[in-house]
């Protein structure tokens, strides 16, 4: 009776996955023609070769597939809740397949702050299954789980009972929950594709495929895990990073995304573009809700404040434009400050009023959001300045340019601390300022350099090889990395300890 009813619940379980399985591949499935079509014929070969050979029915069934009418694609907020939903009664089923098993084994996890759970493991629960029921428990997100066991982390793909049997004998607690940090990465680039990189562990964690052409421009909202990515298939698209799907594709016709920002809790991407144009997008509703039109040059850098209704963009026409989003016509532009040369990059730091640009000639300014005055003017790159990262509170900023360098300021001073060679064109960057790590793209490869020591720590090979690479004392890599022009990271963003999720969420 005992088995036939673990039996029960296991095929349930195994009904549950599929559901949430073949929900998450409908909703991966791309909409652009391209891959449309490569997807399609991906699905006839599964579906006829080996399995399928010469049966009729799987050919009819693929080709119906193709040529019949599609459904409209859910919003990322329907997408999400039905996969959450999906996913929760997984584990739910999971776990009465735990508390049913004969062989399972009631152990306790503690946190240092006190706090405890105690429950039944079955004998394959996994590293990765038993933090699920924690975060569930706990309100932490799985990503900033770390179990261990008698002092050792559990590995995600490991069965507890066969790897720590002895251990999960001893008296309670037997396992340790921490709450830690873990540096992840999301890129983007010309071979049409995303991908999350785990730093950690110095590999590509998920690749994102659905753009029909070059991936631009790339925005993360981490707290909720959402991303926006902008291509010159003139398409801006929404993912779910928890589950590794796009949610939403927002047509933008002429308007490919250059560069690109992103508040998701405000459901308001904002982007800049060749056509000279910045505009502003409702993520849930998939339209154009505002178009700012006073730049005469490619807009090459936005910046977004949604709580004060603000934003920066720099343009081609060696201009950055303060916009109050609120306002229409004539009176959105704010301000306007003449930086003189190209204006390749900026960074705002909008609690201070303090916004820094990066130029094509190589000059960085250094500008009062208030007054719109110029600071200073930071000079030292001999060619483009194609990102910069600001840090009013420590009076630092962080520069990446053309010439292959990476400068360390020191705002007060209008000085260069140090120089970081990093041996290829800097495409793009993103700082982590409270561990002093940066992480650098190029058309080569992906470094990882930290910023207190001046030492690269890891390099990256790019979108073609997803391995970490060896590198030398001087942080050059000891083997050529390369990736070639048709896989240039075009832009990345990491996450820090700012992104965190509070315990409520």
């Known amino acids: 009776m005992e088995r036939s009813q673990s039996n029960q619940h296991l095929g349930e379980l195994e009904k549950l996955e599929k559901s949430y399985s073949d929900l998450a591949q409908k909703l991966h499935k791309p909409t652009n023609v391209k891959y449309t079509l490569m997807w399609e014929f991906g699905t006839i070969l599964q579906n006829c070769l080996p399995q399928g050979l010469g049966s009729e029915a799987s050919w ?14 859910r919003c990322s907020a329907t997408a999400r809740k039905e996969l959450g939903h999906l996913r929760r009664q997984a584990n739910k089923q999971r776990w009465i397949c735990w508390e049913s098993d004969a062989a399972g084994i009631e152990v306790e996890v503690a946190m240092l702050s006190g706090r405890s759970w105690r429950f039944i493991i079955g004998d394959t629960a996994k590293g990765s299954e038993v933090k699920e029921r924690l975060a569930e428990l706990s309100g932490i997100h799985f990503t900033e789980l770390s179990l261990l066991c008698d002092g050792v982390q559990v590995q995600d793909s490991e069965v507890l009972l066969a790897s720590y049997a002895v251990s999960l004998q001893k008296p309670w607690p037997q396992l340790q929950l921490l709450r830690i940090f873990r540096p992840f990465a999301l890129s983007c680039s010309t071979d049409c594709t995303l991908k999350m990189w785990d730093l950690e562990k110095g590999t590509c964690a998920t690749t994102l495929r659905g753009h029909g052409d070059g991936v631009m421009s790339v925005a993360v909202d981490w707290k909720s895990r959402y991303a926006v990515s902008g291509s010159h298939d003139c398409t801006l698209r929404v993912w779910d990073l928890d589950h590794g799907i796009c949610v939403q594709a927002i047509p933008v016709a002429e308007h490919a995304a250059f560069c690109i920002e992103f508040d998701h809790g405000a459901h308001r991407i904002l982007t800049g573009s060749w056509d000279k144009n910045v505009k502003l997008w409702d ?51 704010v301000m306007t400050f003449e930086h003189g040369e190209e204006v390749w990059s900026a960074d705002v730091d909008w609690g201070s009023s303090r916004v820094l640009s990066g130029a094509m000639d190589g000059s960085i300014g250094y500008w009062n959001l208030q007054t719109g005055l110029r600071l200073a003017t930071l000079s030292g790159h001999r060619d483009a300045v194609s990102c910069v990262a600001l840090r009013c509170s420590e009076g630092k900023a962080l520069s990446g340019a053309w010439d292959r360098t990476i400068r360390l300021w020191d705002l007060q001073d209008a000085v260069c601390h140090a120089v970081l060679q990093n041996g290829y064109a800097v495409t793009t960057m993103s700082v982590d300022w409270v561990h002093h790590v940066a992480l650098v793209g190029s058309q080569e490869a992906m470094k990882v350099w930290n910023i207190d020591t001046l030492i690269c720590e890891q390099v990256l090979g790019g979108h073609l090889d997803d391995g970490p690479k060896a590198y030398s004392s001087s942080g050059n890599p000891s083997t050529p990395v390369s990736v070639g022009h048709n896989e240039a990271v075009s832009c990345l963003v990491m996450n820090s300890p700012d992104n965190f999720c509070s315990e409520a969420d």
């Open 60 to 73: 009819f069934d693929a080709l119906r597939s193709l040529f019949g009418k599609k459904e409209s694609k």
């Open 283 to 333: 993520s849930e509703l998939a339209v154009c809700v505002a178009t700012f039109t006073s730049h005469t040059g490619i807009v090459k850098t936005v910046r977004l404040h949604w709580p004060s209704r603000r934003a920066i963009s720099g343009s081609s026409d060696g201009t950055l434009k303060l916009w109050n989003l609120e306002a229409v016509d004539d009176g959105a532009c």
